[in-house]
Every structure is written in structure tokens, then in C-alpha cells.
């Protein structure tokens, strides 16, 4: 059969896979696969079976991460890993993740029905724990098999549960104690290259009319999940310069952010600032009293190391200035950072190639998200990445992958790994 006929013919095997992730993940109006959790175990379960039924092998390594191998009689050289997460956000969307991980699948069930064989592993990655709200730390289960858990994480406590993210790793059948020396679970040395499709979180690829795209880099980011402003509480007729109000300081401390955004892109500088949680305390806070205290979520992100760096410098003096304007303590508390992840010049290469071949437009653009990706690239792990189109933006119940769209993502897939990883 040829390649692009086999490609096609995946379609049934594609939506059902994504019907079945939709289903344990079920929380109306959106999906809840919780990581660590019901949702995503039974998703991973669900995508275990289906590579099973592939002829694959399945392990699960110390992080709890599902890899599906498909093994290569004689290996002639280093396995293509193939993966993304199963997780979501709370009433989030459906493809988000699990898109990537049913792409990996369904490339190698084309491959398979087309008549090839791996010239060297091909392997399907599922990986834990993506999204940062569960434990305020994204990307955990990348992190885990790499090695840059940072210190303290196996402490972090699960969002829903409680559980610290040591016990919730145990609890899915991983080892948390292989985890804390920090060293890597497999040697990214050894990890020929890394592909991932993921669902494009901009209107992109709406806006160009191309269902794919190849990914030139993903944002790194700063996150600061507690940022904790104090300032005094009083009558709401106190006059204004007697005042020390947190809600109007974490306002301007807001704005101020935003106008460094708009300043940066003016210059040519692409970022990004999200202010996640934005409230005063809900045990404290009335009509009638100027609040005392005021709390956010900051997400910083940036396209390089450099940028970061400097971006995250000017967010210490911007909180600075707003403190001593406003008479208040502003704290940015626990920090974490994801590394920004540019693509392999030979990977973004080769999959441009790969879409002509499947016969699309290689449109190659910038993803606004971060992805397990970064974390492979920042290992020096060859790195590549497709954007699949998909209108209202994602982490909302809204997500609108077309799941030809994603079958066209396949075909790219596919078509480089018959060049790259198939006799």
C-alpha cells in the first residue's frame, strides 16, 4: 500500500482513539484528564492497549511515563522518540496533548500497513503531568526522564489531592527514589531525535488556511505561582494618600507588565505575560474594606535564554517600583522556569521536507506554548516539532482540532520517519 493511502486509512483508528481519551476525561462543559489522576491513567491505559495491539512493547519508567517501543530487528542506529501528554487542564479541551500522543500511534500503524519496517527504534511517548496547575510545575514527566526535576519538586503537593508529587509518581507505578540524584532515566546522548505534534494554541494556522506547520521554537517561561502583596487594611473612606492598598497595587503591578510586553514587541522581541490568578483573599475581602492583601499568578515567557534573563530582571525592578509607590510589600515567592526550546535547524529542515512530500505548504512558524519539546531540545536531544491547526486557542473547553487536520500531521510524520527510521 502506499504511504499516503496507508496514512489515510488511520483515520477510524485516529477519532476513535480520540473519542476514547474524550470519554474518561469527561467533565462537562470541557475535560478533565487530572495528571497523576483517573483521567490520565486511564487514557494511558487506554493508549498502552491500542500499542499493544501494533506489535509494540510497553514499559513505564520511573516517572510513571508510558513508552511504546517498536523495535528494529538490527538497530543501525539511535531511536526516534515520538510523544506528548495525556494530561489536561481542569474543563479543558480534548486534543491538547493527547493529540501528539494518538499522532505517534497512528504514523506508526501507516508505516506498519505500507509495508515498512524500523531501521531503528521508533518509540511513542507518553509522558506525565504536563500541565503546571496540578502541582505548579509544568512538564514534569519530560523532566523526570531527562533529569531536571528542580530541587524540591518531589515535594510539590497535587492541586486536587494533596498528595506530594513523590507520592502521586508511586502511586501510577513509578519509582519517586530513582528520582531525587536528578540524573537522567534514559542518556539523552543516546536519543537519536525527538518529534512532537501538538495542537497549535494561536489562530496561526486559521488565519494562513494550512492544516500543519513546522514548529521553529517554543517559549521558555518564568513562572511565579504565589506572588503575595501586603499592604494595610482600611475603611474604604480612608483618603488616598493615607492608603496601602494591595488590590491597586497588584493592578498597577499588572499594567506595568503589560506595557513591558507591548514595549518588547514593538522592538521586534516576541513574549508573552499571563496573570493566571488575580484576586484578594476570599476569606477577608468586602465592599467595605480597602484590601490588606492580594494575590496573582505570573507567567513570563520568552524565545531565548537571553531574553528571559533579561525580561525576568526587569520584573524585579518593576516590582520594586510598585512597592515603594504604592506603600506595599510585594513578594514573587516560589519560582520555576522551563527552558525556551528551538528546534533542530536539520529537524525544522526535514519535516519542511516531509510536508512537501506529503504534499502540504511547510509553513513554519513559532509555537506560543511551552512543551515537553523544550525540555528535549535543552538536553541537545535533535528536536522537531509540528503545529496542527485549531481554532479557540486551547486550555478552554473550546479546542477544534479537525481530526483531518491531524491525519494530514500523520502523513508529515510518516513520511519522515520513512526517510529517517524506516528501511
Excluded at 91 to 100: C, R
Excluded at 227 to 242: N, S
Aim: glycine share 10%; with cysteine.
Amino acid at each position: 500500500m502506499r504511504l499516503a493511502d496507508a496514512v489515510a486509512a488511520q483515520a477510524d483508528l485516529v477519532q476513535w482513539l480520540l473519542n476514547c481519551v474524550a470519554s474518561v476525561g469527561a467533565d462537562p462543559p470541557g475535560i478533565t484528564r487530572e495528571a497523576y489522576g483517573r483521567g490520565e491513567n486511564a487514557a494511558q491505559a487506554q493508549i498502552e492497549e491500542t500499542g499493544l495491539r501494533l506489535g509494540m512493547t510497553a514499559s513505564l519508567d520511573a516517572g510513571a511515563n508510558l513508552t511504546l517501543r517498536w523495535a528494529a530487528e538490527a538497530p543501525q542506529q539511535a531511536p526516534v522518540l515520538i510523544g506528548s501528554h495525556l494530561d489536561s487542564v481542569i474543563q479543558g479541551g480534548n486534543f491538547d496533548g493527547a493529540a501528539g500522543v494518538i499522532a505517534g500511534l497512528g504514523a506508526v500503524a501507516a508505516l506498519q500497513a505500507a509495508g515498512l519496517t524500523p531501521k531503528r527504534d521508533i518509540e511513542v511517548l507518553a509522558l506525565r503531568c504536563e500541565e503546571a496547575v496540578w502541582f505548579g510545575l509544568g512538564l514534569i514527566g519530560s523532566r523526570c526522564l531527562l533529569g531536571r526535576l528542580p530541587p524540591g519538586a518531589l515535594e510539590l503537593r497535587h492541586a486536587r489531592t494533596g498528595l506530594t508529587l513523590a507520592e502521586s509518581i508511586a502511586a501510577c507505578g513509578g519509582d519517586p527514589e530513582a528520582l531525587r540524584e536528578g540524573k537522567p532515566l534514559r542518556d539523552p546522548r543516546a536519543m537519536g531525535a525527538y518529534l512532537e505534534a501538538h495542537i497549535e494554541q494561536a489562530p496561526q494556522l486559521v488565519e494562513a488556511g494550512h492544516p500543519v506547520a513546522v514548529c521553529l521554537a517554543n517559549p521558555g517561561n518564568v513562572r511565579h505561582p504565589f506572588i503575595r502583596i501586603t499592604g494595610e487594611e482600611a475603611h474604604t473612606g480612608l483618603p488616598h494618600r493615607f492608603r496601602r492598598d494591595a488590590a491597586l497595587a497588584g493592578a498597577e503591578f499588572s499594567l506595568a507588565l503589560e506595557r513591558l510586553w507591548l514595549e518588547e514587541e514593538a522592538l521586534g522581541r516576541p513574549m508573552a505575560v499571563t496573570i493566571g490568578r488575580f484576586h484578594t483573599p476570599a476569606d477577608r475581602h468586602s465592599l467595605t474594606s480597602v484590601s490588606g492583601a492580594f494575590e496573582l499568578s505570573l507567567d513570563l515567557r520568552a524565545y531565548s535564554a537571553e531574553h528571559l534573563k533579561a525580561l525576568e530582571t526587569r520584573l524585579g525592578r518593576i516590582a520594586v517600583e510598585v512597592a515603594e509607590r504604592r506603600g506595599v510589600r510585594i513578594e514573587l515567592g516560589e519560582r520555576s522556569a522551563a527552558a525556551p526550546g528551538p528546534m533542530h535547524p536539520v529537524m525544522v529542515k526535514g519535516l519542511g521536507e516531509a510536508a512537501g512530500r506529503a504534499g502540504l505548504t511547510p509553513l513554519k512558524l513559532n509555537s506560543p506554548g511551552s512543551h515537553d519539546a523544550n525540555n528535549f531540545a535543552a538536553a541537545g536531544v535533535p528536536t522537531g516539532m509540528l503545529l496542527v491547526r485549531n481554532r479557540n486557542g486551547s486550555h478552554n473547553p473550546y479546542e477544534a482540532m479537525d481530526t483531518p487536520d491531524l491525519v494530514a500531521a500523520i502523513g508529515v510524520l510518516a513520511e519522515w520517519l520513512r526517510t529517517n527510521a524506516c528501511l
